[in-house]
């Protein structure tokens, strides 16, 4: 047996006139992630969790942000596409580990909807999906507002 861990960041501006979805769950705000997709930091630092295990490249290099096919896309498809190449090359998940850094909105009463969203999808349990949110004291532009970040970690079993 072979197992692998990935490490993988993400930040994205906040901007009104979006959608706020993290995890794969839509969350009530005022504003939301600017990007080529729906903008789910959480998840994009989870499949570059996963790349990076794998010793492949990033997010950016699998789905082109110039390519229209992925415009408006649902993170979680992306997920699942990353899966997909994951389980060909017999890779499963052991555990995922996230922060989400956002300074509003409050995220605690939505981080058991992610843990739905993403189990499913991981083929994982519930106890092995980490999902932890916390502001940024204030400080710099996620303290201010301006953008959501997320780290992720993965650990993979071949
Ligand atoms: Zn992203």
Redesign the pocket.
């Known amino acids: 047996m072979k197992l692998k861990a990935g490490i993988g960041y993400?930040i994205?501006r906040l901007v009104a006139g979006r959608k706020l979805v993290l995890g794969g769950v839509a969350v009530p705000f005022t504003k939301g992630l600017l990007?080529h997709s729906d903008?789910d930091?959480v998840i994009?630092a989870v499949i570059d969790a996963m790349l990076g295990a794998m010793g492949e490249r990033d997010?950016g290099r699998l789905f082109p942000d110039t390519d229209p096919k992925y415009k408006g896309i649902r993170s979680v498809e992306l997920l699942k596409a990353v899966m997909a190449r994951l389980a060909k090359k017999k890779y499963r998940v052991v555990n995922i580990d996230t922060v989400i850094v956002a300074q509003s909105p409050q995220l605690s009463p939505y981080i058991n909807n992610m843990k739905r969203a993403l189990t499913p999808i991981l083929k994982v349990g519930k106890e092995n999906v980490g999902i932890k949110a916390k502001t940024n004291e204030g400080l710099g532009p996620v303290g201010r507002g301006k953008a959501i970040a997320a780290w992720a970690i993965v650990l993979l079993k071949k």
């Open positions: 993400d994205h990007g903008g930091v994009h997010i």
